[in-house]
């Protein structure tokens, strides 16, 4: 079954034990053992995503030609293979249910069969002789039909072509029945057209005549092969298996794993006796489940569906693949990150500087104005003249062709001891203070930014401080009943409105790991502080940010900074304005970011402050959109930025005319003449290279056996050239 064909709903019920699959219900499983499709990194067309009848009665198979995972229905479903068909390793070395749901306080496991004595391996003969565990949720059904559509994106600025959403593939539901019942737990799986990951959640369903709680649920349990063997259980002696996994109840981070620490376990099995570990620790077992909470009244006809699991198995061990098979995975599932708008920070709120930016921003190619933080922009204002006067800003932005947005601090910030989150004895909150969104307080703060952005025109949001999972104790906040539940409902509400921005086309940057909630960009990595040393070391250390940054993050999913006026100190030496005396430091912080497809907040009063500064900035970025699809493409990691040789990186697009653009910086105060190699495997090219110098002379160029050419460059002091390859 493709979803390149008309896909229609296959439902099948099982009425009992002795229900049988029929081998012509589902199509025939294809063989996936053809080695000579292309690289699906370069070409995921043939990898389409279906649901199969397996070879042997009773089962059925998801995958995609990438992955394929299998699944047992009788004696109960549970999943009995799981292989990564681009490397030929098995990932599943044993059974485990489909998930557990703790309700009033009654552990249920979801499906799965017990009787494998050996944890080490999953033999054949092994599947044959499992049972059904009677303490277990019993499998009732199936169905299989298109993705769902988590959020909607509303599509209003420039953005990487030919994204589906939501995307090309499969979607297979299994269906567990809660005794007495009381309910109906359904497993969802997505698998995706062109992509190694498979999205798990749950859906539970009360269909009492009474409400229950749902105190806590595990949605994936995974006992996973072994990465290595380890006899003794040292700190960092054994690594967990080589899988990605994230979920969209992320926060509190700019790192993916961090951000997911609190909801993505890697433990040791307790069921694996034979393993090496003397004292049975090797991390194998993954479980994803919240470690508060959910803690969930589910009235008689309610649904809860759970956060989705994101697993992304890697066929490499090696680190700039992993990244790009990442970043894919964040194009095909949160494609709005590939929006990119080039921003600028206005350092003031009054009309006469608002206006000013938006009259720069138009001259020179940018594309939007953020009311930044300390500017005196006060979102929380609902008066109605204050709101009346930011539309007459927004009319006017947009009169110019420019959008306009502001910044707001949630957490991070104390309102008072009746708002803020009461936390345990001995926990303080993330940041040192933070409002509950379940108060009173919250209820009204969240009230007024829809009714804001419905008013104003105003697209753009910069939320600081957001939601960082701070639980709260209080028993009279009207969010949340207490300590339990407060997690989950405070996550809610943030999600519920970062994903009702998305649909209104407003755009977010958020400084925590919100991307698959709705978020648009995040932090690419810095240290504040650092904006106030010296100019020259700024240049160095943005261009390494970018680089570091660009490992897990796509270009547009990362922000970094230009401070054009004063920030955190540093004084003249820290500062570029007068801009028109720093031409050649602002042009290279410039190019730095935008020759890496990244966007900065450029903070300030001003873009430019004399025909020389607006010219040069309107050059560079005239010079990015003409470039924009290969530069906001993904960054290949070359040479980082040190100061003492040059730095470089490729810029790729396999799907685009401009297939590469390779930015090359000298940090040294003398013109640097040399030959590099340069792989250029990721734009796609097999035999030779067009390759194009930024003066416009070309040459043809072979590629070597494993896809490099040989460059001859010259790179002038202090300054930095680039070549389109074509």
């Not at 053809?34 to 043939?46: I, K, M």
């Not at 999205?199 to 006992?223: H, R, Y």
């Not at 500064?613 to 930025?641: C, P, Q």
Request: net charge negative; proline share 6%.
């Amino acid at each position: 079954m493709s979803s390149n064909t008309t896909l229609l709903s296959i439902l099948f019920f099982f009425m009992g034990l002795g229900s049988s699959l029929s081998q012509h219900q589902l199509p025939e499983l294809p063989d996936w053992s053809n080695q000579d499709r292309p690289d699906w990194l370069l070409d995921g067309a043939s990898y389409q995503a279906g649901v199969y009848q397996s070879d042997r009665p009773n089962e059925i198979v998801l995958g995609n030609g990438l992955l394929k995972k299998t699944f047992k229905l009788e004696p109960n479903a549970a999943a009995i293979g799981f292989e990564n068909l681009m490397t030929g390793e098995t990932l599943l070395r044993g059974v485990k249910p489909e998930g557990i749901l703790v309700i009033d306080s009654t552990t249920f496991p979801i499906g799965g069969l017990k009787g494998q004595t050996n944890y080490a391996f999953l033999r054949r003969s092994d599947v044959d002789q499992l049972t059904r565990d009677t303490s277990s949720l019993l499998f009732t059904g199936f169905e299989v039909k298109e993705p769902d559509t988590p959020l909607t994106w509303k599509r209003v600025r420039y953005h990487a072509a030919g994204l589906s959403w939501p995307p090309k593939g499969i979607h297979l539901r299994l269906d567990f029945q809660i005794p007495e019942g009381r309910g109906l737990v359904s497993v969802h799986y997505e698998m995706y057209d062109g992509l190694p990951v498979v999205v798990k959640w749950l859906t539970i369903k009360n269909t009492a005549t009474d409400a229950w709680v749902l105190n806590g649920f595990t949605s994936e349990l995974l006992a996973a092969v072994e990465y290595g063997s380890a006899v003794e259980s040292r700190k960092y002696n054994v690594r967990k298996p080589n899988i990605h996994v994230e979920t969209d109840y992320a926060f509190a981070s700019f790192n993916v794993d961090d951000a997911n620490h609190h909801v993505v376990h890697w433990g040791p099995d307790p069921d694996y006796h034979t393993q090496v570990n003397y004292l049975k620790q090797t991390p194998c077992l993954l479980t994803v489940s919240p470690e508060i909470g959910p803690e969930q009244e589910i009235a008689p006809g309610e649904e809860l569906k759970t956060f989705r699991t994101f697993m992304l198995p890697y066929d490499s061990y090696e680190r700039e693949r992993q990244g790009l098979s990442l970043r894919r995975m964040y194009r095909t599932l949160a494609p709005w990150i590939t929006e990119n708008p080039l921003m600028m920070h206005a350092r003031f709120a009054d009309w006469d500087r608002v206006k000013k930016a938006i009259d720069q921003c138009a001259e020179v190619g940018f594309e939007m104005v953020i009311l930044t933080f300390g500017s005196g922009f006060n979102i929380e204002d609902d008066s109605e003249a204050y709101l009346s006067k930011m539309k007459q800003y927004a009319d006017y932005a947009h009169a110019k062709g420019i959008e306009i947005g502001g910044y707001s601090l949630l957490a991070s910030r104390s309102i008072g001891p009746e708002q803020d989150v009461v936390m345990p004895p001995g926990e303080k909150p993330t940041f040192g203070h933070s409002p509950c969104i379940g108060s009173e307080w919250g209820n009204a703060y969240f009230q007024k930014l829809y009714d804001f952005y419905r008013q104003t025109g105003f697209s753009l949001l910069e939320h600081d401080g957001s939601y960082p999972g701070d639980v709260c104790t209080s028993e009279s906040h009207p969010g949340h009943r207490g300590f339990s539940d407060s997690r989950w409902n405070q996550y809610q509400v943030i999600a519920s409105f970062y994903k009702w921005c998305r649909a209104q086309g407003i755009y977010l940057n958020v400084p925590d790991y919100y991307y698959l909630s709705g978020s648009n960009k995040c932090g690419m990595g810095y240290r504040e502080v650092n904006w106030s040393l010296p100019r020259a070391q700024q240049v160095l250390h943005t261009r390494q940010n970018i680089y570091d940054g660009s490992w897990t993050k796509t270009p547009s999913m990362g922000w970094m900074f230009v401070p054009l006026t004063e920030y955190h100190g540093g004084g003249a030496a820290a500062t570029i304005e007068p801009l028109e005396k720093h031409l050649d430091h602002y042009r290279q912080m410039l190019v730095s970011n935008l020759g890496g497809g990244v966007q900065a907040c450029y903070r300030g009063p001003r873009l430019y402050d004399a025909p020389q500064t607006r010219e040069m900035v309107r050059s560079v970025v005239e010079w990015f959109k003409n470039h924009r699809e290969v530069l906001e493409g993904d960054i290949i990691h070359l040479r980082r930025a040190d100061g003492r040789d040059l730095d470089y990186w490729l810029n790729v697009n396999p799907g685009g005319v401009e297939k590469g653009m390779l930015m090359v910086f000298n940090p040294l105060e003398e013109k640097i003449t040399r030959s590099i190699r340069v792989p250029i495997y990721y734009t796609g090219l097999t035999e030779q290279a067009v390759v194009v110098h930024e003066d416009g002379s070309s040459k043809v160029l072979p590629l070597s056996r494993n896809y490099e050419l040989e460059l001859e460059l010259e790179v002038p002091a202090k300054g930095y050239t680039w070549y389109v390859i074509k």
